[in-house]
């Protein structure tokens, strides 16, 4: 590739082609150490995180791919968190989003559900992927992916065959049994029966924190559609009908497995099903993300860990789903072994 004053020329299928010198071509200096995989206790994670995000850049400053780095670097997400949709649309859209980070979703049971994600936005697994793929950057040149399809579809198609995992500690199967018509009155009515649309909840019925939900646009979801019609690929073929959408709203997933999925909400601010169970305003406002114990009573991870999530911060809202929190310790006791069995 040869450079000459703003612009710069490179070489496609045996042609010179020039490209316009983006601002965001420069990359960035970076300490190897500050990078590295290790995420031992007392590391800064701001710090890291802002490292990484100058990595990224350089990696598609390398392609040519046009970015700015903000100014000040947003809050890091933290342990089992991210901001997957917002880094897409700014990378692949070039759509910036109001930061809103939520926890992982769910890996399991997948082929279940006919759309999927937080807030029911996607129903092509195959699509999904590829976006994750080139927004976090795999080479694209223009509209041509520079990947190997066939093995993105492999994973897609092994995905689908995960299942939740079976509680591994003891169940009081006594409690369990006494907490089943508790699940039945009080959680089956949102988060049972098949996984349809039905179970797509307004923020204001059911008052979880509103970002996530705002966020993703129907302006968003046409901008995905769009690219994911005119993207080119070696054996993709585009999608015959739209696979992504807006729905403003939020999914109540299926809670088989829901004993690992803690801390809980759809952006990890609860840390576990006995704070669930608590009426909001009196959860935990601050706690430690990323411990590997688990409080078998609680149902839920301890609180330990390098990152510590402020429930005050935007998008952090801990409100909502009070679904629960009006039963009596001994039942909500009893709910909770239950819920182990699911």
Known sequence: MAKSGTTDYRYHEGRRVRRKKSAGWRTAQIDNADVRQSFEPGVDLAERTTAMLKLFHNMRAALHVPDQPPEKAPPSSGSGRNDAFGLLAAGLLNLPQPYSPIKFGLVWNIDKRTWVHWDGNTKSPIARNLLASLGLGAPLHGKHADLQFEMVKRQTDLTEKIRPPLYPFAIDRAAAQRGAPLFASNCNSCHG????????????????????????????????????????AEGYRPPKEVGVRSTGKYFAATLSGVWARSPYLHNGSVRTMQDLLTPSQQREMRFHRGSHVFDEGAMGYTDEGAYILDATASGNSNSGHDYGTKLSAAEKRDLIEYLKTL
């Open 193 to 232: 029966g098949p996984e349809s649309d039905k179970r797509l909840y307004s923020v204001a019925e059911i008052g979880t924190d509103p970002h996530r939900a705002g966020m993703f646009t129907q302006k968003l979801a046409d901008g995905f559609n769009t690219f994911l019609a005119e993207l080119e």
